[in-house]
């Protein structure tokens, strides 16, 4: 789980990284509390809330790095 967080993470210094740790832990608890549900309807609760929080917390970093970036290429720009 967290070596797929960590390529979420870049390198750069001008870009933030508020947005990626927001958007995994949103995603992870989203993605819990579905994959729970969904899993308890089979019988496996547990298991599908695990699977379901790594899901969404993976796409959930994927997403919030996007807009970190996206802010940081923003910020940039307005310094020019």
Known sequence: ???????????????????????????????????????????????GAAIGAGTGAAAGGLMGSARDEEEARYRQQQSR
Request: charged share 10%; with cysteine.
């Open 1 to 47: 789980f967290a070596f797929a967080l960590a390529g979420c993470a870049t390198n750069d210094p001008n870009v933030g990284t508020a947005h990626t740790k927001r958007g995994a832990v949103s995603g992870g608890t989203v993605g819990a509390i579905a994959g729970g549900i969904i899993g308890h309807q089979s019988g496996r609760g547990l298991q």
